[in-house]
């Protein structure tokens, strides 16, 4: 009997160890702390970028942290670096969130004869303070969606861009997404 207590008192101090070492390791690592462990899970996967349209925030070659599920259980905001999943790519791709659900959308030509992309009245720009302009097929594809956002951009829809102001692989190209598309939160 005496040996199955101090068996337990063991067990149970260890235990207690182990709680104190998970949360010493939460508290020094903050952005692991938003987490919410046991409320939200979140699968936590380091990938290499590949791809150079979110220079200079994030450069080709860079290591990366995608939290897969992240948005299960939090909101997705405005600058948020979310992946995406890009029908035809075996990976997902990298992009800004730039127009939440109810903002308001419009395209405004510039004296250039391209198109702004204005969220909330204001022109959309870059990391680095640059104008996103739009011509051609790129101008196109956003156009569509001046209709459908009379009222502001629709529920669980998102516009996301790279931070090349001359385009890349994103909503200029593919339209405004679905946040069922959104695979998870980028962290680098």
Known sequence: MKKKIIFFSILVLISLGIGFLISEVLEKTPRLKKLEVGQCPIRIEEKIVRGSSLTPLIKSG???KVLFGYYDCHSIERKDVVAYY????????????????????????????EWYILINSQILRNSEDKPYLVSGNRYKMLSLYEDDCQNGIPQNTYLILGNLVEGSLDATRFGFVDKSDILGKVEY
């Open 62 to 64: 860079q290591t990366i």
């Open 86 to 113: 890009y029908a035809g790519n075996e990976n997902p791709i990298i992009k800004i969130v730039k127009g939440l659900p109810g903002d308001s959308y419009e395209l405004k030509e510039a004296d250039s004869g």
